[in-house]
């Protein structure tokens, strides 16, 4: 069943496509399809004639974040924050050159696979945002990488208002690099697959190890503490309130100071 939830083909020589196949979930992270994502990423990384890897969402939704079954279960907690953290670093620090293209929506975790990657597309009518914040979650394992590419007043709006907010703002910010028509989104990504097998396999590799380094912090340092708020907010009883509000279409009821 793993095997289905990320569907790999080739897009053109030395590129990946890889789809995220579980449409009926708006492709949520659940523990499954992450895993499922993380094999399929590390046999395409094991083929050396493969350089660029684009992904991309089957049906309607890119990705609309955690599975919330699981994430209402403190017994799957570590094990599910563990696997986003390792697919996030995995698209990010991977010798591949990594190409989101976003339709629907990317929310939340789903907003962090698109941030983790190194160029991103979406469709003008896709809806982003990290609304962890509402579900009484903090957004900290993709924060590790917004606070890379955004401005501090930007971060601070989108992780701290958790609102929704459209692909052309996402483009203005720095998001993504643009918001396009729906037919219009595979020939950009391709596009710039092409335009990135031009260089040198050796020197763009080099290139994105150099670029991680020349950060004040390591990915893998920013994650670790990234990683201790996520879970320790993941066994709170506000994300088990959050989350019912959610399931049940009701404001939470938060209790200040708790």
């Known amino acids: 069943m793993a095997a289905s939830l990320v ?31 993380l094999a399929a990423l590390t046999a395409v990384e094991k083929d050396p004639a493969q350089r660029v890897l684009v992904l991309t969402g089957a049906g309607p939704v890119f990705c609309a974040g955690l599975d919330l ?43 962090g696979l698109m941030s983790a990657c190194d160029f991103a597309f979406a469709e003008e009518t896709a809806r982003i945002g990290y609304p962890e914040t509402r579900r009484g979650l903090v957004a900290a394992l993709v924060m590790t990488f917004l606070r890379r590419q955004l401005r501090e007043r930007d971060a601070r709006r989108i992780l701290l208002t958790g609102e929704l907010f459209s ?35 050796e020197a763009v590799g080099r290139t994105k190890q150099l670029l991680a380094q020349l950060w004040p912090a390591s990915l893998p340092a920013d994650l670790e503490r990234a990683m201790a708020t996520h879970l320790e907010t993941r066994q709170s009883a506000e994300i088990q309130e959050g989350l019912a509000a959610f399931r049940e279409k009701r404001p939470p009821k938060w209790v200040p100071g708790k």
């Open 7 to 37: 569907l790999a083909e080739s897009a053109g020589p030395g590129i990946t496509l890889l789809t995220l196949n579980h449409a009926e979930k708006r492709n949520a992270l659940s523990i499954e399809l992450v895993q499922a994502l």
């Open 69 to 111: 079954a699981e994430a209402a279960d403190p017994a799957r907690a570590h094990q599910s924050a563990e696997l986003i953290g390792q697919v996030l670093r995995r698209l990010s620090e991977s010798r591949l050159v990594t190409i989101a293209v976003v339709r629907g929506a990317a929310v939340a975790g789903g907003a």
């Open 167 to 201: 692909a052309h703002h996402a483009e203005v910010i720095g998001l993504v690099n643009e918001a396009l028509r729906g037919e219009q989104l595979m020939p950009a990504a391709l596009h710039i697959a092409a335009e990135v097998m031009q260089g040198g396999p």
